[in-house]
């Protein structure tokens, strides 16, 4: 078996220096970040800006042994010991569905032994990326709300160096499904393709060829800040004998830290190392990225139309509903449902904005003091939108407002969530600002959090409260 391997090996160097592999093309960058302003690194996710959107980004990336002969484990020669390389990426957005993007990998610097390859050039551009993703289940119809869907087409123009090992010298098309999965404050992407190569080459113990691609990666949010773990496998492997060869089959590891601003910077830094030794797999790799994805805000609403209609008939009177409780519940009731107007969600998510940490923190210091009180957190939207669509979203806000109250303590048996929609119309005398349920004031009160006491004790409950 040794004596087998070896002469493999032997065959891929006699077909480097014969100069068929720079005239075929081998591009030894095993590392392509999506081309996607959503994505992780090399991951894609299906979400979309909405509006028109430019998002870019700018990798770094080191890479230890990325082209080496080996016999078994042993490494013979290494062609490329260490490669730097640069990736640019710009992304255009339409209307949540659909995204254009444009890469172009370079080499920086790198180095190698000069032995079987003496015309290693030591930097050279690589190959221009371009592509297409239109999302079919967006941020707005995931299915069973959490699930995501789109469809890519992306492809490789033969622009780059073949002295520096950085192009495939052939068109290369890349059709892949893209699937992702929103939990909350964890992420998980999965992308499944097929690599195209309009020219193969044949090295000996080496033929690249068309091949199956995977990615998968997790995006976890860490101490409730912009901080995220985030953590990618990738690879490839051969079409006509799927993982046969490791040589041909190389897959890699990354993990890093990523922070993510609420108006759209993006900074990561990463590191990993080859989980199958094949070509363009390196010892380890060293990932960092600046770039800016464009925020998730609400966008500002524009003011509604005034229309001139008759003036309406009377209202008829409404009942007063009065509350019979102590006073000194009720008005612990408007303390937390006052401090839950300054609780803030990411636009049609769930998830809560930074800003928010502070006053759940103060709502949890409150069901602390008071711990034989029970409650019910309620979720609002405004008008806007379907009824159904509103009223899971008001239910996954309530529940997600629910989550961080259990995790800062707060025994869930104390805690119900419930989901209102837009289903709530806001009086007067609750929000004297709301004079016109259309209006821009009675909106942002509408999309809101309340909470509701349910049961309580009093001998719980101080003077600093209310009166007895």
Known sequence: ?????????????????????????????????????????????????????????????????????????????????????????GTVSFARRIEFGVGLPTVLSQSGDRGLVQSLRSSGIGDLRLALKGALLDDRHRLFDRIGFALALSSALPTGSIDAFSSADTLVLQPEAIFDFDFSSVDAALNLGYRYRKNPIDLGDLNVANEWIYRFGLGIDLFRSPVSLISELFGRTAVKNPFGSQFQSPAEWLSGLRYHHVDGFIATVAGGTAVSRGYSAPEWRLVAQLGFSPPSREPPQPPPMVVAEPPPPPPEPVPVIVDTRPKKVIRLERQLTKIGEKIFFEFNKARLLSKSFEPLDRVANILTKYPKIRVRVEGHTDDRGGQVYNLRLSLRRSHSVRQYLIASGIDESRLISKGYGKSTVVSKTENPNCVEELSDACRDYRRRVQFKILDYDLETFGDDVGVR
């Not at 592999?21 to 095993?30: P, V, Y």
């Not at 090399?42 to 959107?53: C, F, L, P």
């Open 1 to 89: 078996m040794a004596k087998r391997t070896i002469l493999l090996t032997t065959l891929f160097a006699g077909a480097i220096l014969t100069g068929r592999a720079e005239s075929a093309g081998l591009d030894a960058s095993g590392f392509s970040p999506g081309l996607g302003a959503r994505g992780l690194m090399t991951v894609e996710r299906s979400t979309i800006a909405r509006g028109v959107a430019l998002g870019s980004s700018l990798y770094m990336s080191y890479a230890d042994s990325p082209l080496v002969v080996r016999d078994q484990s042993l490494i013979l020669e290494r062609i490329i010991s260490n490669q730097t390389q640069a990736h640019f990426v």
